[in-house]
T-cell receptor, first 117, second 113 residues
């Protein structure tokens, strides 16, 4: 068990470019979350997967954001036509909870920091 | 809808002093409550949680939190802090009907020697 892995750790891009982040959760964790964190703020929910199904997506998430989790393993978060306001730390977390009920412990990766120039 | 308010953005204390980090939540249904800690240059990790049962929960490093339903609070306390407790602390709530934990903005605990 190597924990939740996120790549790349840092990404600097120019406004208007597309970026993609990858998250490898702890194996056999069926719940996977993406959060965004800006300076001085707590993690803000973006989207949630139960296995390969994307079950919830924040209403704050614009259509420039898309996430996938093929085969219920790793996940990718793509941001198209990046804007300066997209600059943030993108966090991935996974959980072994199954079925309804509390998520229990979320295991977080160290995050992918995006800077849009 | 669920939400979390962490009233203090920063709490400075001296080593060996007691500390309380405040957390209030808003939810119309039953809740599960969590405290996460983020040490410098590390990811968030669970400190303690309340799911059911005893309203007083403890962590392995001396922190405790008490679920108070009437006051909708889940304050985090430690009777004597160490320099190594310096970190960002996040309170989170998950309503009974939701799969999504909602986080507060965080409280920076700064322990001075």
């Amino acid at each position: 068990d190597t924990g939740v892995s996120q790549n790349p750790r840092h990404k600097i891009t120019k406004r208007g470019q597309n970026v993609t982040f990858r998250c490898d959760p702890i194996s056999e964790h069926n719940r996977l979350y993406w959060y965004r964190q800006t300076l001085g703020q707590g993690p803000e929910f973006l989207t949630y997967f139960q296995n390969e199904a994307q079950l919830e997506k924040s209403r704050l998430l614009s259509d420039r954001f898309s996430a996938e989790r093929p085969k219920g393993s790793f996940s990718t978060l793509e941001i198209q036509r990046t804007e300066q306001g997209d600059s943030a730390m993108y966090l991935c977390a996974s959980s072994s909870a199954s079925g309804p009920g509390p998520t229990g412990e979320l295991f977080f990766g160290e995050g992918s920091r995006l800077t849009v120039l | 809808a669920q939400s979390v308010t962490q009233l203090d953005s920063q709490v400075p204390v001296f080593e060996e002093a007691p500390v309380e980090l405040r957390c209030n939540y808003s939810s119309s249904v039953s809740v599960y409550l969590f405290w996460y800690v983020q040490y410098p240059n590390q990811g968030l990790q669970l400190l303690l949680k309340y799911l059911s049962g005893s309203t007083l929960v403890e962590s392995i490093n001396g922190f405790e939190a008490e679920f108070n339903k009437s006051q909708t609070s889940f304050h985090l306390r430690k009777p004597s802090v160490h320099i190594s407790d310096t970190a960002e602390y996040f309170c989170a709530v998950q309503s009974g009907g939701s799969y999504i934990p909602t986080f507060g903005r965080g409280t920076s605990l700064i322990v001075h020697p």
